[in-house]
């Protein structure tokens, strides 16, 4: 079942995203606020499962994750929103596949998580897509897909913030086991709403969003849809399991890119997501 729900939490994302793009591209949006007001509009989505549960109690360790969780989880959200406005979706989103191998040592180190060689296996074929989508640079050596993808911004930022969400995908593990999935979603969106307010509401005019507000609309909506999925599903196995299959979000970014957005070069970048296929697969089977 935390497959399903998973690979629901990469759609959501995936859908989340391409509506920011298509805002971005449309009203040339401020990344503040688009950071800020996907979180605004996903806050009703999650509040509506609230009513069905139970508040938790709320011990010192959620607290004490919450310190580590929010100024990591910050940055990386401007980090992330600054590349796809910058680069092509479907070059630069697949790149969070590196999250689950950061996953691999911090998992083990904060966690004491443990992952076997199939699953590792798994991982490393996520990884490796991601390598392809420089593959068309092989004539600069080996190492020329790196130096391609290393030249992106956009990518070199998907990869920073890959590392960034290796530590709050524990930490956010770490809430929800203290907490509840649900209820820590809409803590989550609600703290995020918060913190990101002040930058949000100076970051662009009514003037200018207003043409866009269906495409935020449903970027909130699907941005809620994410949050609940992905809470609910990091509870029920290991978080680079989880997120190794999350990251198959990648795979939709490059669909969307193709069919929305016109972007090139997109039978390379689908190889490279079928390997991350694969990978997810190998995943799964030794779940």
């Excluded at 100024?71 to 990386?76: I, K, V």
Aim: proline content about 4%.
């Amino acid at each position: 079942m935390w497959i399903l729900i998973a690979l629901i939490s990469a759609f959501g994302w995936a859908t989340s995203d391409a509506f920011v793009k298509a805002a971005y591209s449309k009203c040339k949006l401020n990344e503040y606020f688009v950071v800020w007001v996907r979180y605004l509009f996903s806050l009703p989505f999650v509040v509506i499962p609230l009513i069905k549960i139970k508040i938790p109690h709320l011990d010192v360790d959620f607290f004490l994750w919450h310190i580590v969780w929010i100024p990591l989880e910050t940055l990386a959200l401007f980090l992330y929103i600054r590349a796809i406005s910058i680069s092509e979706i479907s070059i630069s989103l697949p790149f969070l596949s590196f999250t689950p191998l950061f996953l691999i040592l911090n998992g083990y180190l904060i966690l004491g998580e443990q992952v076997s060689p199939v699953a590792g296996t798994g991982i490393l074929l996520i990884v490796a897509g991601s390598y392809l989508m420089g593959v068309r640079n092989l004539k600069e050596g080996i190492l020329g897909p790196v130096k391609s993808i290393m030249r992106n911004r956009g990518v070199k930022l998907i990869i920073l913030v890959a590392f960034l969400y290796s530590i709050t995908s524990i930490a956010g593990k770490m809430l929800v086991i203290h907490s509840d999935p649900v209820f820590f979603s809409f803590y989550y969106t609600a703290v995020m709403n918060i913190v990101l307010a002040i930058p949000g509401t100076r970051g662009a005019k009514r003037s200018q969003w207003k043409p866009c507000w269906k495409y935020l609309i449903f970027a909130g909506l699907f941005y809620a849809l994410m949050t609940i999925a992905h809470m609910t599903a990091i509870r029920m196995t290991l978080v680079s399991y989880m997120i190794a299959i999350k990251r198959l979000s990648g795979v939709i970014s490059v669909f969307y890119g193709w069919t929305f957005f016109k972007e090139k070069e997109i039978p390379v970048r689908f190889t490279g997501s079928l390997l991350m296929v694969l990978g997810a697969i190998l995943i799964t089977l030794n779940s």
